[in-house]
């Protein structure tokens, strides 16, 4: 048996990639780590890697984490530039004894060090989106804001020996100020996993997510023996609640989940949240999830659906 759950309809190659390693009875952080790059290098996913929007400065900075849930170890970057895999390196440091979690300029030099691809991550169309955005603000007398809803590409899985990994890459909030990390390279915010229990990953309002330290809440939920769909809802649901009672509003929060035996789970408190999963039993499949009472019922995407999310995010783009 092997299964992997991902975020967002952008992971649906790189899953499709990772299932024919774990078919194979590949081990499953070399299959995430293989599907996050694919969704870093394809240009036309504007919140992960090449082609992510830039923070207000025009420059991309990225975060990625990765968790081993055999050995807990963690590791993580935040904030930095020009290098085109995130998740590599995050993979990487999760090996280290120490200094597992690298921000900015130290991730960069460690990135360099161990001999990881540089790349300029700012593409000519990132770039037309900021110049948009900007005008758009100027027109409406708006204030630099960073977008609140945010994809970032989060995958976790089990592998026929029963060794389970949770990983994030993300370029956070499109227009976010230089320095600001989200909830993607945070263990236990952006990802958990224990291969004895299961394993969690989130996308969405980082600065909300992280007031939940939502992934771990999943992984604790799912060892209290709630199933993965019941532990994601559960986990949503509470902190949705709690945010909208202390604070007056919840920004987007989306996570997915898989258990030590294989079934998966997925909740949002977003409409038409899409997730991707692939199992020894399953080919990989889209699905579309909204919340009806509490509950998130999920439907596969049609093929137009899918030919649709495609044609809109390559459709050409102009300066306004
Ligand atoms: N969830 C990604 C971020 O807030 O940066």
Redo the contacts with the bound molecule.
């Keep these: 048996m092997w299964g992997m759950i991902a975020t967002w309809t952008m992971a649906l190659e790189g899953v499709t990639l990772a299932s024919q390693l774990l078919q194979e009875n590949g081990e499953i952080g070399q299959a995430v780590e293989k599907a996050i790059c694919a969704v870093e290098d394809f240009p036309f996913y504007k919140?992960v890697g090449y082609g992510g929007l830039p923070n207000e400065e025009m420059q991309v900075e990225l975060?990625a984490g990765y968790m081993d849930g055999d050995t807990l170890d963690i590791g993580a970057v935040a904030g930095i530039h020009d290098f085109a895999n995130p998740v590599s390196i995050a993979k990487k440091l999760s090996g280290e004894m120490l200094n597992n979690i690298l921000v900015g300029a130290g991730a960069e030099k460690y990135a360099h060090k161990q001999g990881f691809e540089r790349k300029n991550m700012l593409t000519d169309r990132a770039k037309i989106h900021y110049k948009n955005r900007l005008k758009e603000m100027e027109e409406e007398q708006l204030e630099m804001k960073p977008y609140r809803g945010?994809?970032?590409v989060?995958m976790v899985g089990i592998d026929t020996q029963g060794s389970m990994v949770s990983a994030?890459s993300?370029?956070?909030?499109f227009m976010?100020k230089a320095g600001?990390?989200?909830?993607?390279p945070i263990a236990g915010s952006?990802f958990y996993a224990d291969s004895e229990v299961g394993a969690a990953t989130?996308?969405?309002?980082?600065?909300d997510?992280?007031k939940g330290c939502i992934s771990y809440e999943i992984v604790h939920l799912m060892n209290t023996g709630l199933s993965p769909q019941a532990a994601c809802e559960t986990a949503v649901n509470h902190l949705e609640k709690q945010l909208l009672k202390r604070k007056g509003s919840a920004?987007?929060l989306s996570v997915v989940a898989m258990n030590a035996q294989g079934e998966w789970g997925c909740a949002t408190n977003i409409e038409n949240f899409s997730f991707v999963v692939a199992t020894s039993t399953q080919a990989p499949t889209v699905y579309l999830t909204n919340r009806v009472d509490g509950h998130c019922v999920h439907e596969k995407a049609s093929e137009e659906w899918l030919k649709n999310y495609m044609t809109t995010r390559m459709a050409p783009l102009e300066e306004k």
């Excluded at 993300?170 to 909030?173: A, I, M, N, Q, V």
């Excluded at 600001?180 to 993607?184: E, F």
């Excluded at 989130?202 to 600065?207: F, S």
């Design positions: 919140s975060d945010h994809d970032t989060g994030t993300t370029s956070g909030l976010k600001r990390v989200g909830d993607s952006g989130a996308t969405g309002l980082g600065e997510l992280m920004g987007d």
